[in-house]
């Protein structure tokens, strides 16, 4: 790292003046807890006690016949709460908790990150309100309601296109007015140092996991590991371990109706440049810096920027970025619902997309793993409307 | 001295300081507002270049960012409004906006345009002082005064640091949150007042919330050198957008007041 909260020339702190004191706060408290035997003794009780890990590096013995190689899946979709976002709420509650916060904000796109806020914040006792574009209630409803059952007020957020970028927005502007007694619980390895930085710490247990678990499976490292890239905390959190080693990274972007089409969220393959919510990173916007509408038929993709460190890890080309269409997302959907009787995420099967479409590249003793970050069921009902079934 | 320092000499009464957003509702009718505030006696100009996703700001300047942008505005817009601005008035103008519509068309130029345009003072919203080496370096090549903010959570440490690099005034946030009217001038606004003159011999404007002539009495008693009125202004805009006359003379009549308060 070049500076101080910079991945590269990524990063920084693009923040009003009034979060500047919680920021380095923030990053204080961060600090003090990265060498504190107490507080990860709290987290991993929880990861084995409360949120189900380790989670399962399952082989996928149809898929790997019918894709020719040898074909994993890291099971974020068995972590409590049905996706990967519990690992970084977790870790960021306890550390509000221990700040002495009394509240948590936050915002979100499928519902997940606000599923697992809930979760963490009824488990910490801390009350927890949560941001969401109006669009997103609507396609995604029952987690609205699941984050209601658990007590969380969902305040749904018409600025704007109505969707991630704009629970974002009014999360932040919540956050301006609150700050002294409020913790803004960020869902992805986006915003403003630390929180890139923390997120991708509190993911990175995914990776480490799968290293052990491939290693004693397979007696060495993987060929390739594939994972979706949203704000990319799924990602740079089974990415990270690997950075140094020889095993190809591949991130994948929502490419919606086709990046031609100007109907995707494919920040890293499409955009350039630019400032949004406290980071610079890649950034969908047109030629005067104006932030584009973005589409996914996974709402948790459906965003215009990245985080930073995707940024730079695409520039050094240590990580490859490519995108896929909504079309074949649903097929893969299908495919390892179908081969596997694991329904993924919507925005888990842009990587299942993605191994079936370069199926050709692979041998049959290649190993690869692929980040499923989250469970579909909260998708069941939006692709049977697609579908023409309900 | 720019023109901004000169409001400043000598000076017995509060200053005005109002704020529109550039290209709002439209281009023509924009420039009408910015002539009719500097007819009323605003003593500086703040002018918006907006932002699809403006985070500092409430409801009421979003909106007018919205018109703005749904009009067309642009930079060079806004640009081209204080052009014509300067063949009508030795007004400081002072241009807000978020980092990334700088950062886009390159910061050096960026403030080459807005010098070429005839503009003073530049705030970025979202660009603390910890991030501000590059712009502040062009802006003093450019002779454009820094703007910066100054909040409540703002350590003296810091105050310090912003004080240092700051020219033109400081821009007080006078309330924890973002911009939008408010029902009184907060005791915590006055604290901050008068924790930052403890630094600075800048200027000290207040703003965010302001939008009375009682809260101009009660920054005047306070000892603000100026006050800042922004959504107060972009309300009567949207109120009256359709009828441009009638628009002219609401905001007069509304300054007038203000600046009459500014006098006790
Ligand atoms: C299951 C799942 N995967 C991935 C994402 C995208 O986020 P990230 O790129 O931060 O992993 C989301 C976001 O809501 C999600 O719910």
Redesign the interface.
Known sequence: MVKKGRFGIYG???????????LLGLEEAYGAIQNDPQFAHDLAAFHSEYAGRPTPLTFCRNASRELGCRLYLKREDLVHGGSHKLNNTLGQALLARQMGKKRLIAETGAGQHGVATAIAGAALGLPVEVYMGETDTQRQALNVFRMQLMGAKVIPVR??TRTL??AI?EA??DW?????DTHYLIGSVVGPHPYPQMVRDFQAVIGRETKKQVMKKEGRLPDTIVACVGGGSNAIGIFYPFLSDDVELVGVEAAGKGIGTGEHSATLCAGD??????A?SY?L?D?????LPTHSIAAGLDYPGVGPEHAMLKDARRVTYDAVRDREVLDAFMFLSRMEGIIPALESAHAVAYVMKNADRFDKDDVVIINLSGRGDKDVAEVAKIQGCA | MGRIDDVFLQRDSTAFIGFTVGGDPDQETSGRIARALIDAGTDILELGVP??????D??TI?RAD?RA?AAGT??DIVFAIVRELRSYSGIPVVLLT????????GVDRFYRDARDAGVDGILI????V??SDEVTAIAARYGIDPI????????DE?IKKIADRASGYLYL?S????TGVRSQVSKGAIDLLNRVRKHTCLPLALGFGISTPDHVRACNHAGADAVIVGSAIVNIVEKTKHDPEFMVQELKKYISAMKTAGHT
Do not use: C, W
């Open positions: 920084g702190q693009y923040v009003p003046e009034t979060l500047m004191s919680a600025s704007g970028k704009d927005n932040l502007r301006v007015a609150n700050v002294r440049a630019g400032v949004l919510h406290g610079l950034l916007q030629a005067y810096g104006q932030v | 932002f699809s996703d403006p985070v500092a409430g409801p979003q919205e942008l642009t930079p978020y980092y990334n519509t700088i950062f886009k068309r919203a979202d660009l603390p910890e991030e910066f903010l100054v909040a409540q959570t703002t350590s810091r946030v309330v924890l949150g973002v």
